[in-house]
């Protein structure tokens, strides 16, 4: 159930990140928002859950192009 509450959270996440990443054209942010919205679709785990989440929540502020 929390693993299923968490991902409910990253999806909201990943949509505002998809809106953004659309909207200022910054590919990274698409992408991670995205990722945000497929990945707990093939992850069981929480603490994978949750590792892979905080690294896509911190990729469109430490990876940029330009």
Known sequence: MDVFILAVFLGIIGTGYVMYGRRAQN???LI???LLCVF??????LIWTLLIGAGL?????FISFG
């Open 57 to 61: 929540l911190a990729a469109p502020f």
């Open 27 to 29: 590919p990274v942010a």
């Open 40 to 45: 707990p679709y093939f992850v069981d785990s």
């Open 32 to 34: 991670a928002g995205v």
